[in-house]
């Protein structure tokens, strides 16, 4: 169903509930709930927020392993991901590298290979929570020249790898998101080289170290990779599958509490009544939209002035290298909020690229995907490489299903300029006459959100004295 709902599920979104049903929205109805059941719902709710970064990486290694990418495997796209590639706000200009590994039975050893003339290959290894260990490659702690990065369980007193850097990871799993950097763009030429470049990574349990170790590469081109957690009342047991499997941090110790509260204990079965079950059902849908309302309209700061543009992470980002750890607390609500958005860490936040986020009209509307609407980019955008404006459905905040294309850029020879050397790119289910070349299709029956990227951005734009414009209604 899309987010048009049923007169009943309306009734029930005024009540301040968003339920996967109508029929759910009969079973739980938080107004006529008594105390005992209230405090469930809304520790459910908060249980789902504070496990979104985990949730993020469950179902994207769930998807590598269905896609045949399993512990240790490389998975890679041999051409640029198209729309099948289902996770938070993905680009379309350069094709995704996957690895993931788990280190309860021993060191992993993870090795980058060499730049070579024209191609490198940039991203970061992280833990089960997105928590950034390091950038790797290319513009990571090897800077291209190559590395073995040797994964460690806290505590860690046992053999090391000569020349490796020791890197101690605090959960049980860990992954890397890894991109390559094409000179010349994503030809066919190009492609293949990257894809032979990325062919010498290797992961690899440090107790193989010196053997000939023999790493699985993995096609996923084309391949539907569903990552995008799916928040209905199935998400519960998704979290007690992986408090189960992982290390509880200190930080989460009360919150282990709050999940014993709602039917989730890490060495108890999970067996939720029908009655629990119903309070998940509607929960989980309302920690989703409780986090896209956070996300787009709260917590990230607006750009420009009067206009509706913000910052692609909340403040705290960088600050905390991602964590949203302070002295004296955990934010959790603005890390979950920013774990719907987006998959993947940086633990150097650099200037290289700059992103916004755009999901409302100037009136404060959600984007409608039934909706026309009309944005005119500026001309002379203060941009040393390109800049690129991606449509995302907003519940999934991954790609529309079965639409292309997603972006348009400022290198693509087919889109027509104004006499002054702006851009208007139109957004709509049909194309407006004339305009195929600058139309990005939508969803009729779904929401839908922007991110504008601009790679190596000009000080003009990260100081915001250049300004975006706000999107125009069409219709």
Do not use: C
């Not at 990574?201 to 053997?211: D, R, W």
């Amino acid at each position: 169903m899309g987010w048009r709902r049923s007169l009943g599920a309306i009734k029930a979104l005024v009540l301040g509930v968003i339920v996967a049903t109508a029929s759910h929205a009969e079973d739980f109805d938080p107004s006529n709930a008594n105390t005992a059941d209230r405090m469930t719902y809304h520790r459910a709710v908060d249980a789902a927020v504070w496990a979104m970064p985990l949730m993020n990486f469950k179902f994207y290694i769930d998807a590598l392993a269905r896609a045949g990418v399993g512990p240790n495997d490389i998975g890679y796209n041999s051409k640029v991901q198209d729309w099948r590639f289902q996770t938070a706000t993905p680009n379309n200009t350069t094709p995704y590298i996957h690895a993931y590994w788990n280190i309860k039975d021993g060191p992993v050893v993870f090795e980058m290979p060499a730049s070579v003339e024209g191609i490198g290959i940039f991203g970061t290894v992280m833990d089960a929570w997105q928590s950034p260990l390091d950038d790797v490659g290319s513009k990571g702690r090897d800077r291209g020249l190559g590395a073995k990065y040797l994964l460690v369980p806290p505590n860690y007193d046992g053999p090391l790898l000569r020349n490796a850097l020791v890197y101690e990871q605090g959960t049980n799993f860990g992954f890397a998101v890894l991109r390559p950097i094409i000179a010349g763009g994503p030809t066919e030429e190009n492609l293949a080289r990257a894809t032979a470049l990325t062919k010498q990574i290797k992961v690899y349990p440090l107790s193989e170290a010196g053997e000939e170790a023999a790493t699985n590469y993995v096609d996923v081109y084309g391949v539907p990779l569903e990552m995008t957690p799916k928040m209905d009342g199935g998400v519960y047991g998704h979290i007690h599958e992986m408090i189960g499997e992982e290390v509880v941090l200190d930080r989460d110790l009360a919150m282990m509490g709050a999940l014993a509260r709602i039917g989730i204990k890490r060495n108890d079965p999970f067996e939720p009544d029908a009655k629990l079950q119903a309070i998940y059902d509607v929960a989980g849908p309302e920690a989703l939209e409780y986090m896209i309302d956070q996300y787009h309209r709260v917590l990230n700061p607006f750009v420009f002035e009067g206009k509706k543009w913000s910052a692609l992470v909340p403040n705290g980002s960088r600050e905390t290298e991602w964590s949203y750890e302070y002295p004296s607390y955990y934010d959790y609500v603005a890390r979950g909020a920013l774990y719907y958005a987006i998959i993947t860490s940086v633990k150097n936040y650099g200037t290289a690229t700059y992103y916004l986020d755009l999901a409302e009209t100037p009136d404060g509307e959600w984007l409608d995907g039934n909706r026309n609407y009309k944005i005119t980019v500026p001309a002379n955008v203060p941009v040393r490489d390109f800049w690129s404006i991606t449509t995302y459905d907003l519940e999934t905040a991954s790609y529309l299903r079965d639409i292309e294309p997603s972006t348009i850029d400022s290198n693509m020879a087919s889109v027509v300029k104004n006499d002054d050397g702006s851009v208007d790119i139109f957004f709509g289910p049909k194309a407006p006459e004339g305009k195929e070349s600058n139309w990005l299709p939508t969803n009729p029956e779904r929401r839908f959100f922007l991110l504008a990227r601009f790679y190596g951005p000009e000080p003009s734009l990260l100081d915001s004295s250049f300004e975006l414009n706000d999107m125009e209604r069409t219709d």
